[in-house]
């Protein structure tokens, strides 16, 4: 699922006075930012979580005289972390107005029903003006986990409703019924196995829609 967050700091425009030696001079600095970030997660059926940050956009530039943006830089930096991996990562520096695109990527193994912090912040950098834009969220995220029992099945299709050994109040994710489209044609066939499972991230108290679905003859508590 991919998210975007356009944040245009103080409407779009940042009047930077700074404490510096070109501000001493009477440097007086405009930036108006056009960034976005942009947040992907995945889960495959290893229950690794995956978790992409992307920082895109430029900035429109104005400055008085005495500031010497020509010799200014801008460096993107992201803050990509799922559990105790990931961290702060710097992308290449560009010219003041140019278009930056820049994304870091971190993943981790899951233990579905487990709860684990991420965060995913971006800011950019001027070496004139110092950190001038940024943007980001923090939260908990975690595997969830929705099983079902198979109660009938026909030429082609296994249908199966919502079987919770501990609980249906238990899953994350609910969901009355379950059909295995094609279930039939597949080696073992559906209707052989009493249950499938339905595994989803959920972000924030929120499942994303794409789940990756097992099956098997002994069911898997709901969380």
């Known amino acids: 699922m991919k998210t975007r ?16 030696n070109a501000a001493a001079q009477g440097c007086a600095l405009i930036l108006t930012p056009h960034y976005s ?17 992307e920082l895109d956009g430029y900035a429109d530039v104005g400055s008085s005289a005495s500031c010497h943006m020509s010799t200014a ?5 992201i803050y990509n972390v799922t559990g105790s991996q990931g961290g702060w990562s710097t992308g290449p520096g560009g010219c003041p107005s140019c278009y930056v ?5 971190v993943n981790i193994i899951g233990e579905p029903g487990v709860d684990y912090p991420y965060s995913t912040d971006s800011d950019m950098f001027c070496t004139v003006a110092g950190t001038f834009w940024s943007t980001g969220g923090n939260g908990f995220i975690h595997i969830g986990v929705t099983n079902f029992i198979l109660e009938s099945w026909d030429t ?8 919770c050994p501990n ?7 609910p969901a009355a019924t379950f059909v295995d489209t094609d279930g039939m044609n ?11 499972w339905v595994e989803h991230l959920v972000v924030d108290g929120v499942c994303l829609p794409v789940g990756v679905t097992f099956f098997g003859n002994t069911p898997k508590n709901c969380q």
Do not use: E, K
């Not at 830089?73 to 930096?77: A, E, G, K, L, Y």
């Open 5 to 20: 967050l356009l944040t245009l700091a103080f409407g779009a425009l940042c009047s930077l006075l700074f404490a510096s």
């Open 37 to 53: 970030q942009y947040v992907n997660r995945s889960l495959d059926s290893s229950n690794n979580i995956y978790q992409t940050v």
């Open 73 to 77: 830089v801008h460096s993107p930096r």
């Open 101 to 105: 695109s820049y994304s870091t990527a």
């Open 156 to 163: 082609n299709n296994c249908y199966y409703q919502m079987f």
């Open 167 to 173: 609980g249906n109040t238990a899953a994350s994710c």
């Open 186 to 196: 597949a080696i073992p066939a559906c209707n052989t196995l009493n249950y499938a």
